[in-house]
């Protein structure tokens, strides 16, 4: 058949498709990741008070090689920050992309689904555009809200196996910590985190973070959808109190293992313990535990994250075996630092800086393995980060409080350039305000005092520098910027 042209629909549509590929082509040059008709798959890796206590931080007691070995593959942030230091505002603020302060009347809506309502989470966003979308375990602060399920072809909850269950309870071999919280955990389970740890002679998929592996796996090789991309969250619980973790995690280490914070000399006598008052709290310098209890307890976080290590470790083999490894991007969150007897104190919810700052880990298929960012980045980044990636459009109503970190990720790659970044951080924790900057930790504490820090001269923050009259046009201008953020609202 013969075909008959008007060349001047010919040439207009020869420059259509010109200016389309150009198009694509400058999409592709601003985002190589991300193409209209490949869209990347997506695996979130969530833990559970996982402070940066990894060897991939620079911490050499723990026993992390998945970690590690991701790390040599990823992009790290070395500053990386949660806007309130929390599980429940900490995954709000990562799912929202708002701030979240919980302060004074906010206190009302301290209620995870009042939280994740305040405006469409991410996950909603990728299966509204096309992603196949799965989670099991920890990525909400406890089960998928209800008004967030549509986010989800499967919204998993945790394994089946409660901590503290009779059947559990029979298979622990040593246990130890404060008795009080030890017999909370016989009698309810967990309790209210309690402050213990127990080794159990029993296989990973007994407890649930073996189970949440293996249900990630199972959505990896079987249950997703093959013909879309995939987003993909495995939570895991670990090392989140109380420290239980088989048997095998523990003997990886000494007895003597665990390694009790430094402080100076006069520092426990002096430290205000009422102005960090709360029901664990009350008990004293380290929740009233001695020296050789803490360092078995802090073994027992060890332990523990040793054994979710572990289970990221088959997630990610999972992939590897399925061909998809290297195409998949994968980020790996923890909710919130920890202070495993820093300032006297075990866990989170302070304004302290290692309580604020987080690991994460981003890895692209073009990103350079081993790098290390510098610059201030925080929770609230990882919803446009997420949509960057994948090269979807921030939809129309929803309002980000963060930044993508696409041009830290690419910084150090071909693609990359300079990068203009404000190395700011805002926080808040139990009725405080701050910031943190590249050298110094301000807080606005809830009875109206300041705390000022040099991060790089005093990293513990012993030295408080507040009420030194040559830091007064810096607390100045700390207390501008505070005042210019946004809580609470999209």
């Not at 058949?1 to 010919?10: E, G, H, P, V």
């Not at 951080?425 to 405080?432: N, R, V």
């Given at each position: 058949?013969?075909?008959?042209?008007?060349?001047?629909?010919?040439l207009a549509l020869l420059t259509l498709l010109v200016c389309l590929g150009a198009n694509a082509e400058d999409q592709a040059r601003e985002n190589p990741l991300a193409t209209p008709k490949d869209k990347p798959n997506i695996l979130f890796i969530a833990f559970d008070d996982l402070r940066p206590l990894i060897g991939a931080y620079g911490e050499p007691d723990p026993i992390t090689p998945n970690l590690d070995a991701?790390?040599?593959?990823?992009?790290?942030?070395?500053?990386?920050?949660v806007t309130y230091p929390l599980c429940n505002p900490s995954r709000a603020s990562m799912l929202t992309g708002v701030r979240f302060d919980l302060q004074g009347d906010n206190w009302k809506d301290n209620k995870h689904p009042k939280l994740i309502a305040k405006q469409d989470t991410?996950?909603?966003?990728?299966?509204?555009?096309?992603?196949?979308?799965?989670?099991?375990?920890k990525l909400y602060h406890g089960k998928v809200p209800k008004g967030d399920k549509s986010s989800w072809d499967i919204a998993g909850g945790g394994g089946k196996t409660k901590d503290g269950e009779a059947k559990v309870l029979k298979r622990i071999v040593e246990i130890g910590g404060r008795a009080d919280q030890i017999q909370i955990y016989k009698d309810k389970g967990a309790g209210p985190g309690s402050l213990m740890y127990a080794s159990i002679d029993a296989p990973d998929n007994?407890?649930?973070?073996?189970?949440?592996?293996?249900?990630?796996?199972?959505?990896?090789?079987?249950?997703?959808?093959?013909?879309?991309?995939?987003?993909?969250?495995?939570?895991?619980?670990?090392?989140?109190?109380p420290w239980v973790a088989p048997k095998k995690y523990f003997d990886m280490y000494p007895e003597d293992a665990g390694t009790i914070a430094d402080f100076p000399k006069g520092a426990k006598e002096a430290f205000d313990m009422a102005k960090y008052k709360s029901k664990t709290r009350d008990h004293g310098w380290n929740e009233g535990v001695d020296d050789k209890t803490a360092k078995k307890l802090i073994r027992g976080y060890m332990a523990s994250t040793t054994y979710a290590d572990a289970q990221m470790g088959k997630v990610i083999q999972a992939l590897k075996d399925e061909g998809l490894y290297d195409n998949t991007i994968i980020i790996v969150w923890g909710d919130h630092g920890y202070h495993l007897t820093d300032h006297g104190l075990w866990r989170k919810n302070t304004p302290f800086h290692i309580s604020l700052r987080s690991p994460l880990m981003i890895k692209t298929p073009n990103s350079k393995g081993g790098t290390v960012i510098s610059e201030l980045v925080q929770n609230i980044d990882i919803y446009p980060t997420l949509l960057d990636l994948a090269g979807i459009d921030i939809p129309k109503g929803i309002k980000l409080h963060g930044k993508s970190l696409v041009p830290l990720l690419h910084k150090?790659?071909?693609h990359g350039e300079e990068v203009?970044?404000?190395?700011?951080?805002?926080?808040?924790?139990?009725?405080?305000?701050?910031?943190?900057t590249d050298k110094y930790r301000f807080t606005v504490m809830a009875d109206g005092s300041r705390e000022l820090y040099d991060l790089e001269q005093d990293p513990g923050e012993w030295n408080n520098l507040a009420n030194e009259s040559k830091y007064k046009k810096l607390i100045q201008g700390l207390e501008s910027k505070m005042s210019q953020v946004v809580w609470n609202k999209p």
């Open positions: 058949m013969k075909y008959l042209f008007n060349s001047k629909a010919t991701f790390a040599n593959e990823a992009v790290r942030f070395d500053r990386s920050y991410w996950p909603g966003v990728f299966k509204d555009n096309g992603y196949w979308t799965a989670t099991k375990g007994f407890l649930k973070d073996g189970q949440v592996a293996e249900s990630v796996i199972d959505y990896i090789k079987n249950k997703r959808d093959k013909t879309k991309p995939f987003m993909i969250v495995s939570g895991f619980s670990k090392p989140h109190m150090n790659t071909k203009e970044w404000e190395n700011i951080a805002h926080t808040s924790a139990k009725g405080s305000h701050g910031v943190v």
